[in-house]
C-alpha cells in the first residue's frame, strides 16, 4: 500500500471497487464503504455521519405522509457494517437525530432494541447542528456524546467540515454529491466521499436525505458511491 506525506490511494482495482476500497490518509490506512462509511482498522473504529434517524416521523408529524420502514432498514445497514469491520466503536460524525419531532416511541423502542443487540460495540456521537435541536440521545440509549473537534490521533472527529492546522479532520454535515454524466449520457447524481489534504467528508448515512453538489478543490479525491459499488474519479488538478 503506497502513501503520500498525508493523503494517497491505494492500489485502486479497475474502475469499480466492490463493497470497500483501501486509502491511506494522513498515513493511516483506512477503507471507504459502499455502505457510506469509513473504517479505521487499527484502532477498530467505523465513522458514519448524517444519519438522520427520525426523519420520517418528524415528516409525518407535519403533516407530510413519508412512508415507514427508514428507521428499521438505517440501522440494519449499521448492523451490518459492524459485523463486516468487526468494530469495536461506532462513531457518528453529527446529526444522529434529526428533529425533536421524531423522537417518538416507536424509534425508541426500535433503537433500544437494536442497541441491546450490539451491547459491546462503545458508540460515540459528536455532537451536529441537528443534535443541538433535537436533544442528546436518552442514556438508556448507551451513546457517549462529545462535542468537536473530538481527537482519535491523528484524526479529528467533526461535523461540520475543517481543515485543520495539524491532524486529519473526519466530518458530514453537507450531505456530498457528485453529477456523473455528460453529453453522450444521461446524468445521475451520487452521494460521495470528498478527500483532502487535511480533510475527508463523508456521504450522508441516512437514506433521507438530499445531495449537496459539491466542487472538489485541487488536489481533492471523490469517490461516489454507484448503489454496492464505489467509483475513484481522477484527480482534479
Known sequence: MSALPLFAEASLPPAFAERLLPFVLNDEAVELHAMRALYWPRERKLFVADVHLGKAAAFRAGGIPLPRGA???DLGRLSTLIASTGAATLIVLGDFLHAASGRVDALDRAFRAWRAQHAGTEMI???G?????????PLSWGVDVVSEPHPWPPFLGCHHPARPASGYALSGHI?????IGGAAQPSVRLPCFVLGPRRA?????????GLCIVQPDAGDRVVAVAGTHLFALPARR
Open 201 to 209: 467528508i463523508l456521504p450522508a448515512f441516512g437514506r433521507l436525505t
Open 71 to 73: 428507521t428499521a432498514t
Open 175 to 179: 450531505h456530498p454529491g457528485v453529477t
Open 125 to 127: 456521537l459528536v455532537r
Open 129 to 137: 447542528n441537528h443534535d443541538t435541536h433535537a436533544g442528546d440521545p
